[in-house]
């Protein structure tokens, strides 16, 4: 009798042995499961920023960021295709033709000139995109937003640059690449930049290599030269597409306006072709500009020249002054290759 009893006393001791090994491996599964729904999250949250290299060095910014604030003219168009939001802009310098000109909803900063920087802060943003024209405001604005992510987009394709063609070329696919993984709009981004590189392919190969090239600004119904090798939109181009100058200067400069060289002065190189940019289509009203091919077609001395006397004259989209974007200066390759394929 004793050893049944006894034998009762053992299986039951096992069996609550084997119940307490069960309860432990549950709680040892639980805390695993927790442990990598933890790292899962960890994850989840790391993805949601991004490393972006800048004209300063690298930037942690959040993937799609709320309010948005953007100030170089490089970024408005394909913002604006995206449909990416903006809490603040400087309107007055974003071509009418963007929807971001009328939206009365983007607090308005006003232009490089004189702007409203404290809107910025008042628009408490994630994000704001500095370049060109606001670069000079950088660190500004980070004391402004200290918050915020501040990136610089600029390239330099001024007269200091080494290399403006490629800077020009390389700057405008990283920027691009850049509001792509910013945005989640990492395949519209590859478009956009396959668009740009056969454009370029495209004007490169319908330029026969010997014609001389004569590019321009017109500004205030003057005519003013627009130097090989530097500046926002001729003067790379030299160097990318391998153009043979009508008129190189010593001590040009990448001026907005050009540089002040006589019509005459233009007139006597005899160029084959005349590229030229309307600086008054994008920022005067219609009652003010003199429109550029006006201009062309009213300076005596150019008239006897090849380029004008055989219509060898091509106009960079009338926005480009304040809208150069990757899309802009894809339209003017491809208008390039057109042309110069005639």
Known sequence: MRKSNVFKSTFIIAIFAIFALVLAACSDSGSENEDADDQTNDDSSGSE?????????????????????????????TLSDWGVELAAAPRDLIPEDIDYASDESIENIGNHREPNLELIAAADP??????????GFYEDIKELVPEAAVIDLNFDVSEEADTPGENLENGFKDITTSLGQIFDKNEEAEQLIADFEQSIEDAKSAYNGT????????????????????????????????WTPALEIDQSSSDHQGDNVSVEAIAETDPDWLFVMDRDAAVSSEEEASPAQDVIDDAPALQSTNAVSE???????????????????????????????E
Do not use: C, K
């Open 211 to 242: 014609d001389t090239i004569m590019s321009v600004i017109v500004s205030g119904g003057d005519i003013n030269f627009a130097a090989p090798h530097s500046g926002r939109v001729w003067g790379p181009l030299y160097d990318i597409f391998d």
């Open 126 to 135: 994630e994000l704001v995109i500095v370049g060109q024209r606001f670069g």
């Open 311 to 341: 219509g060898q004259i091509l106009y960079a989209p009338a926005d480009t002054y304040t809208n150069e974007s990757i899309q802009t200066f894809t339209e003017l390759f491809e208008d390039l290759a057109d042309t110069l394929a």
């Open 49 to 77: 920023t991004v490393e972006i290299e800048d004209a300063h060095g690298t930037v942690e910014v959040p993937v799609d960021p709320e309010n948005v604030v953007s100030l170089d003219s490089r970024t408005f168009e």
